[in-house]
């Protein structure tokens, strides 16, 4: 069907529907009055064609969203349509090629709207198909993950309770990039406070991590279920399937997924009035880098009584700046470095020391990894790496782990007073669970995971429950 704006005959919308796996999906184009184009009959190259809304596969507490783009060609775009799948996924998709009538616009360019009603929960891949007018195809692709609403939900009304979500640290795999953060601390060390470097400032603005090549990756081992699509792609995050499938079997009947950073960012945590919590827990890795906005919604999912379970420790460690335009992120301040986007200089190392001392309940051990650290009482076979130590004396220890580091740090009189434990601390209307290890070590430790049942069922989802 089409429609045709009133009073405006000179331009057209252009509206296909396609219902598929429960989703409803609409296509909008925007375009100028047809005109023939005279194009060279080799043209072969491809149309290009990006998202450019959302920056990155959100996850979202209703099943409607619009993405938004863009296509280019020189010989004009044809036909543009887009379809959507539900995981697990082969690697292959039987992907319908854009049929619409011929569609010509004014110059090369089109921008392009897709409304999306999703039916169901789940992971949903959406693949958005370009027809240039030489017959050349080309493809665009994000993922979209879909919570139902727990008792409240317009996609179906299931109960969710609990809801789990793990949050990945997307901002901390951008910063360890290659030709980023870490290639500028290496080279530049510790200057004197009070000096500026002004030379590859390049090195501290990174992209973020793609919406979808780290997901789709036909070599990965992982089996791609509605969970661990949402998981980077290599045997270096094969760690996240024992805690994922630990904490699927502890909640039987709640909803487990897994979102980004930029969620959080964004305030995905929330229901619409961003007062009520639209989880019950959130499990955090190595969330070293958060932008100011994340740091204050993850504290204040605390305050309205959530939990949050910091599996490894340096999280909240460094701020940064989102770019959702450009899909880039740059550090602001901590790592011992701040950066006012002309210069950067020596700073605070950890860059939330007190307020995260006060609402977390701990610190991060600011050692090397090489330091021969190790602990009197360690049930886990558990070997230093990196630690949070507490500090806050409201945190309740579940088990201390006997720190005990080489004779020359006990030059300073305080380091007798460190404690690495894991502890729990009653923040606000919530609570903080604090592993006090680098527990992604322990994946595949068949104590340690009994240990993490225990924290999980007691700490964690009790607590949700009283609250």
């Not at 487990?256 to 919590?277: A, L, Q, S, W």
């Not at 500090?391 to 030059?411: C, M, Q």
């Not at 006090?436 to 607590?463: M, S």
């Amino acid at each position: 069907m089409s429609l045709f704006r009133k009073n405006s005959p000179k331009w057209l919308n252009y509206v296909s529907v396609g219902i598929i796996v429960g989703i409803t999906a609409i296509v909008v184009i925007q375009a100028s009055p047809a005109r023939l184009y005279v194009f060279p009959e080799e043209d072969r190259t491809p149309p290009s064609v990006s998202i450019a809304d959302p920056a990155y596969p959100p996850t979202l507490l209703s099943g409607n969203i619009t993405l938004k783009g863009i296509t280019n060609d020189s010989s004009g775009i044809e036909a543009i349509s887009a379809d959507a799948h539900t995981y697990p996924f082969n690697g292959s998709m039987p992907l319908k090629p854009a049929k619409t009538p011929s569609l010509i616009p004014e110059g090369s360019k089109s921008k392009w709207s897709v409304p999306f009603a999703f039916k169901k929960p789940g992971v949903y891949r959406i693949v958005v198909t370009v027809r240039d007018n030489a017959n050349n195809l080309a493809y665009a692709e994000t993922t979209v993950n879909v919570v139902p609403l727990n008792g409240t939900s317009n996609i179906g009304g299931e109960q969710a309770n609990p809801r789990i979500a793990f949050v990945r640290y997307t901002n901390t795999e951008s910063a360890y990039r290659q030709n980023g953060f870490y290639d500028f601390y290496y080279k530049y060390g510790f200057p004197p406070p009070g000096k500026k470097i002004t030379t590859d400032l390049n090195l501290l603005t990174v992209g973020t991590i793609p919406s979808t090549s780290e997901i789709i990756d036909k070599n990965s081992l992982f089996k791609l279920t509605n969970t661990t699509a949402l998981l980077p792609a290599g045997d270096e995050f094969r760690f996240w399937i024992p805690f994922v499938d630990h904490v699927k079997k502890a909640v039987p009947n709640g909803t487990v997924t897994i979102m980004r950073d930029e969620d959080v960012h964004d305030g995905h945590i929330f229901y619409p009035d961003n007062k009520t919590n639209a989880y019950d827990a959130l499990l955090l890795f190595h969330n070293e880098y958060v932008t100011q906005q994340e740091y204050d919604n993850l504290r204040q999912f605390v305050k309205n009584g959530g939990s949050i379970f910091f599996i490894d420790p340096n999280i909240l460690y460094a701020e940064v700046r989102y770019d959702r335009n450009n899909h880039t992120l740059t550090l602001v301040k901590g790592h011992d470095w701040k950066f006012d986007g002309k210069a950067a200089q020596n700073d605070v190392q950890e860059r939330w020391y007190n307020e995260t001392k006060d609402w977390i309940g701990g610190n991060f051990l600011a050692t090397e990894i090489k330091h021969n650290i190790t602990f009197t009482n360690n049930p886990f076979n558990y070997t230093h790496f990196e630690e949070q130590f507490v500090n806050n004396p409201k945190d309740k220890i579940i088990l201390d782990y006997g720190v005990k580091f080489p004779s020359e740090f006990y030059k300073n009189p305080s380091i007798k007073k460190v404690k690495v434990a894991t502890y729990s601390l009653d923040s606000g209307n919530g609570r903080v669970v604090m592993l006090g290890l680098t527990g992604h070590r322990l994946a595949n430790n068949q104590e340690f995971l009994y240990f993490f049942d225990k924290l999980i069922t007691d700490q964690v989802l009790a607590n949700s429950t009283n609250h």
